[in-house]
Every structure is written in C-alpha cells, then in structure tokens.
C-alpha cells in the first residue's frame, strides 16, 4: 500500500508539533520571587490594624504568568506580625515584574510582640510568606509558594527615605 504525498506530510506535521509540544514540557519551572516593596498603615480600629502592603512579584521564566491572587504571612523580628490576602488579578511579563497590593491585618498584641525591643535595634527584620494563586491550569502549578526575608533601617524608615532591601 502506497500513502499519498497529502497523508504523508500530514503526518510528518503531526510528528513535528507532537515534538515540539513535548520539548516545552522539559524546561525547569521556576518559582516566582515575592519581596516585600512597601507597607505603610490605611487604618486603626479597636484592637485591630490594617496595612497596606506592596509585594513585588518577579517572573523569572521565559513565559508570562497569569495570577488571580495571593495569600501572606508577615513576620516582623521572628514574631507573627500580620496576615492577609488579595484578589487583585496580574499578568507578570516573562522575566519582568509587577506589585500587587495586598491588605495585611494585625492586632494590637501582634503589633506590640513584633516591635518589642525596638529601641535597641538599628535595623527591623522582616519575613514575609504566602502562596500566589495562578489562573488557567494545564501545565503550570495552581498554587506556587514563597518565602522571603529582608531587614529595614529603622532610622531610614522613619525618615521615608527608603524601603525594604
């Protein structure tokens, strides 16, 4: 039985895309990086504080990634601090970055554990974890997990000058 030259090329098409597709399937996935690019109060009531607080997700793969939202812990000199969670919804440009706005809460103890001994320290350690949450599916992971950690100058802070390093 002879295939014809449509058949044949066809087929060779398939075998082409089939290869192709698997060949992006190998490439390592790397987790986007989460750092904590600003925080600053929005409001105080009660026993209870609001943050607003900018994280800075960046992209360090070849593709864009597609996040609906994320969840955070923030740890202020190793002590519970504030927690929270976002909706905000964000494309991440391959090998770029972009800042999502979370809203973190706190109590009025929590405050007061992660600032304990404040006085005494020329510099304030954050750490800041969570997990972002990814739209779409198939191949990539729903949930990707970061963790990440800082110090701020507390004289720099207090003076607006700068931020996280």
Same mark, same amino acid.
């Given at each position: ?16 895309? =089939? ?6 399937? @190998? ?6 990086? /989460?750092?904590? !690019?600003? +925080? ?47 909706? =905000? ?6 090998? @770029? ?6 809203? /973190?809460?706190? !109590?009025? +103890? ?17 750490r800041v974890k969570g997990k972002v949450r990814m739209a779409g599916g198939g191949l990539m ?25």
């Open positions: 039985m002879r295939m014809r030259p449509i058949g044949s090329a066809a087929a060779a098409t398939l075998l082409i895309l =089939t290869l192709a597709a698997c060949a992006g399937i @190998g490439k390592p996935f790397e987790t986007p990086r /989460v750092s904590l !690019s600003n +925080i600053q109060v929005q409001e105080s009531k009660g026993l209870e504080t609001a943050f607003l607080v900018l994280l800075r997700v960046t992209n360090p793969n070849d593709g864009e990634l597609d996040i609906k939202g994320l969840d955070c812990d923030l740890e202020i000199n190793g002590k519970p601090f504030a927690y929270g969670i976002s909706n =905000t919804q964000v494309t991440v440009p391959a090998f @770029g970055s972009e800042t999502i706005p979370v809203t /973190v809460y706190s !109590s009025v +103890i929590d405050i007061i554990k992660g600032l304990f001994g404040l006085q005494q320290r020329e510099d304030l350690s954050y992971p729903s949930t990707l997990p970061f963790d990440s950690q800082g110090t701020v100058s507390i004289k720099e802070l207090a003076a607006g000058r700068r931020g996280p390093s």
